[in-house]
């Protein structure tokens, strides 16, 4: 076990618990790049001159591109939430630096120092990231927000240690220790089972249940995500065979990491592998996939298209695409991302949002899917909205190949809800949502 440099801990009488955290800024990155490096470091040490100004016992320690370490006291957890609160209001407050305004937003993450360690552990530092990066294996213990706590009750050698993993896939892949599961998608007109999206799933029996998010954007890293797509595809097309046998033919959606979209080798022989297939493939890229290089992925998504391989942009909305070359992407489908229909009936935003996204989607004659559907309210609410396909766990969670044979054989199409008014304003339907939600 080694420890990690900073920042340093204060030895003093306060015999509170002590805490490290870390607050990451939301697109400080692209900010850093118009205003320049110095302003945007004097952005960053006046943030940590108000992290110290808030937070109790507190020692600011490394700051990096856009995040500050920090350490600080508290009587417990609950404490420590309440001060990281009140110093995240203080830090999202708006700063004036060489006379341009800013104001930072920030998520932090932080874990309790155990009382026998005199400094923070790379293994601490690791997990209070991946907490940031919203990597699910760190298992935030306050779940996601803007608050994250972490869990350091959690065997550390499962959650932490990317380089085991790294390691370990390789070998993983060729023993088959990952496998597929798939979460159908519902057409929401006519109840209909439209098609399935293959989500990777890895169950080491050294490191235990792997994060998906985790593994995957590792394996970008690294350029094994390369491996696991084919691997992942030749399994969606063994999978679709037995589909096939048993009567269903099912669309299946494979998510593809958008560094591999430029990777002319390797669509190279996807295109083979799709060709040869007997049944229905179709691939999700995510939206900020697309956005990295537009131009690659354009002449990607041009062949699929030619090849009548259909095209989702997935994960809609949490890219800030723009809508110039949005035009110009021949997809068939844009899937909204599940951030903004988790809160859809609670939230006044979400609803405009989406609303203006299915709007947006049918005008450029795709058909519109929201992820992340959890309850009959919302899926009602999509139904109005005109959305044409809902996936969720309200639908169905994703499921092993086994799982989804039985799902397809006993799930009866759902008839779809009562007709409800098309051109229905988003604010009603805000009111209307907030006003069932109230009974
Ligand atoms: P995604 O493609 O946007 O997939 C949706 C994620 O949301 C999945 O997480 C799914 O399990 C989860 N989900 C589905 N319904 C609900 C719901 O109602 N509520 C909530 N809270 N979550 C729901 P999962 O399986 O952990 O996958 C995470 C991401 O990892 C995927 O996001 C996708 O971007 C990536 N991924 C998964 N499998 C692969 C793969 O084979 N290749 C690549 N490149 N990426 C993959
Ligand atoms: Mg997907
Ligand atoms: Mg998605």
Same mark, same amino acid.
Request: proline share 9%.
């Given at each position: 076990m080694t420890s990690h440099p900073a920042p340093p801990i204060k030895h003093d009488a306060d015999r509170r618990a002590r805490f490290f955290a870390v607050v990451a800024f939301e697109r400080f990155i692209p900010a850093r790049q118009t205003v320049g490096f110095e302003i945007a470091n004097r952005i960053l040490v006046r943030a940590a001159d108000r992290i110290l100004a808030a937070m109790q016992g507190g020692s600011v320690g490394r700051i990096g591109h856009n995040s500050i370490e920090f350490s600080f006291r508290a009587a417990d957890v609950a404490a420590a939430r309440h001060d990281l609160s009140h110093c995240l209001a203080l830090l999202e407050r708006r700063l004036e630096i060489a006379g341009v305004a800013f104001q930072l937003t920030g998520t932090v993450a932080f874990a309790p120092i155990p009382a026998d360690q005199t400094a923070v552990t790379d293994e601490l530092f690791d997990a209070v990231l991946a907490a940031l990066s919203g990597d699910g294996q760190g298992a935030p213990a306050g779940g996601g927000g803007r608050i994250r706590q972490i869990d350091t009750r959690l065997p550390s050698s499962v959650q932490l240690d990317d380089l085991a993993l790294l390691r370990a896939l390789p070998a993983a892949l060729a023993a088959d220790e990952l496998h597929v599961v798939y979460q159908p998608k519902l *057409?929401?007109?006519?109840?209909?089972?439209l098609s399935a999206e293959a989500l990777l799933r890895w169950e080491s029996p050294t490191l235990g249940p792997v994060s998906t998010i985790r593994m995957i954007t590792l394996a970008e890293r690294t350029g094994a995500i390369r491996d696991i797509t084919i691997w992942v595809i030749r399994q969606v097309l063994r999978d679709q065979a037995v589909l096939h046998a048993a009567g269903h033919d099912l669309c299946i959606f494979v998510n593809m990491s958008g560094p591999l979209l430029s990777d002319q080798g390797f669509m190279a022989e996807v295109m083979g592998m799709i060709a040869s297939a007997q049944g229905r493939l179709g691939i999700e890229i995510t939206e900020t996939s697309v956005i990295e290089d537009p131009q690659a992925a354009i002449e990607t998504l041009t062949a699929l298209a030619a090849a009548d391989v259909p095209v989702a942009i997935d994960d809609f909305g949490s890219g800030l695409s723009s809508l110039a070359y949005l035009k110009r992407l021949p997809v068939s489908e844009l899937k909204i991302d599940k951030m903004f229909i988790s809160q859809l009936t609670s939230s006044n935003r979400d609803p405009l949002i989406v609303r203006a996204s299915i709007d947006l989607a049918h005008a450029m004659d795709m058909t519109v899917t929201a992820e992340g559907v959890e309850d009959g309210m919302c899926q009602s609410l999509l139904h109005v909205m005109g959305c044409d396909a809902l996936q969720g766990y309200h639908i169905a969670r994703p499921m092993p190949l086994p799982g989804l044979l039985a799902f397809l054989r006993d799930t009866p199409a759902r008839p779809a809800p009562a007709p409800a008014p098309? *051109?229905?304003?988003p604010v009603r339907l805000v009111h209307a949502a907030n006003t069932r939600r109230a009974r």
């Open positions: *057409d929401c007109r006519t109840g209909r089972h098309v *051109d229905t304003p």
